[in-house]
């Protein structure tokens, strides 16, 4: 399993550098434009939490038709799901959008409003992201990125 998720992660990026943009280069723009907007230093593509956020996406693609869903595993992460064809700036810009509800002096969402994906994105200790995307059986797309450390620490700023 491990050697198809190396091969599949392998495939993309070759056609992504045949196109002239690698897939890392498409999440970490808008990631790092968001990070630099707040003043937090820009992460580093990690080859490792792709591979694992690409497992996770064919997870959920295979065996619960893409339901959203959190790995809950050791890293921080964002989903996203699209019901037609998205590209990698499409779901970093839908977390970033939540920035809206995000109350920096009282580090809050505001009230009945989401924005810990955003908070997520421009954690300030976090340093490493790597992410993946698996297509849908009934169509859309899955994606998710991984974040290393995790952000989103009870009691602590971005």
Partial sequence: MKVLAVL???????????????VAEQYLKPHNDARAAFGAP?????????????NWANNR????????S?????Y???IYWSSGSSTPQDAVKAWVAEKQWYNVASNTCQTNKVCGHYTQVIWRNTKF??????NCPGGGKF???????????????P
């Fill in 8 to 22: 599949v992660v392998l495939a993309a990026t070759l056609l992504d550098l045949a196109l002239g943009q690698t």
């Fill in 76 to 78: 921080g992460e964002n």
């Fill in 61 to 68: 693609s295979t065996k619960a038709n893409c339901a959203l």
């Fill in 129 to 134: 992201v790597g992410c993946g995307s698996a």
């Fill in 143 to 157: 994606v998710v990125c991984s974040y290393d450390p995790p952000g989103n620490v009870i009691g602590q700023r």
């Fill in 42 to 54: 820009a992460l580093q593509w990690s080859t490792k939490l792709q591979t694992y956020a690409t």
């Fill in 70 to 74: 959190h790995s809950k595993g050791a």
